[in-house]
């Protein structure tokens, strides 16, 4: 099969500052680098390449930062989640393949503008929740996590609310992103969208700027307040949100 390498532009050259400012922030915080990246990447490439693209580069991450403290995994938070998720990425890729692009941005745009503004302005205390709650929460985010990569946060906010200890919470997140990434991996595949000629080659010429931001991350992780970092971002993808909106209204 003749792999088509896309041509040197600035979609390529803009693309890779993208994919470094995202993985910068995985390594600083363990999750948000498809809800940096998705939105800003949209910008110029199409929805359909981007979301196959960043499940790539995130199980590259997952495996690469590797599952520490494995032993600490809230395994029942887990288990409790995993029908609702899947059921939800099930919706999740068939409206990816079969929904109009244009809606789908939207959607995008409303999300991430919605979430960053209430990340920025709103800072709720973290009171714990019951655990019916997480039936709807991984509903919605297996939704979100397949159309658009983007339900890391959807699962955070449950997630923070249950356990309360760091080092479990941390490895629960990781264990779900890389689980729920696997499963992504699969259904897009079965739906064909590894098989867009873009998608693959673009990817392997994108690794380099990934493989850099995680270094950076890593290395900054323990010098720099992750929040602030976070915060900064919020900003930034709060213009992608309107932007998202204004271009696709």
Not at 18 to 39: D, H
Not at 191 to 204: A, D, I, T
């Amino acid at each position: 099969m003749l792999i088509h390498w896309p041509a040197p532009d600035a979609s390529l050259a803009g693309g890779g500052l993208v994919i470094a400012l995202a993985y910068t922030v995985y390594g600083l915080t363990g999750f948000g680098s498809s809800i940096t990246a998705v939105p800003l990447l949209t910008q110029f490439l199409p929805l359909r390449q981007v979301v196959p693209m960043m499940l790539l580069f995130d199980l590259a991450a997952g495996v690469m930062v590797g599952l520490r403290n494995r032993s600490q995994v809230d395994w029942r938070e887990l288990a409790r989640m995993a029908p609702p998720m899947a059921a939800g990425m099930v919706v999740g890729v068939t409206l990816l393949v079969h929904a109009p692009q244009r809606l789908l941005l939207l959607a995008l745009g409303v999300f991430i503008f919605v979430y960053a503004a209430w990340s920025l302005v709103l800072r709720p205390p973290l009171r714990p929740v019951r655990a019916f709650w997480g039936f709807p929460v991984a509903l919605v985010g297996g939704l979100f996590t397949a159309m658009f990569g983007t339900g890391g946060p959807i699962y955070v906010a449950y997630l923070a609310r249950r356990i309360l200890q760091p080092p479990p919470l941390r490895a629960t997140i990781s264990t779900l992103i890389l689980g729920s990434g696997l499963v992504r991996l699969l259904l897009f595949s079965s739906v064909g969208l590894y098989r867009q000629p873009q998608v693959l080659p673009r990817s392997l010429l994108l690794l380099p700027f990934m493989l850099g931001g995680l270094w950076l991350g890593t290395r900054l992780h323990h010098r720099l307040p992750a929040q602030r970092v976070v915060q900064a971002v919020w900003v930034v993808l709060l213009s992608a949100g309107a932007g998202l909106l204004l271009r696709n209204l």
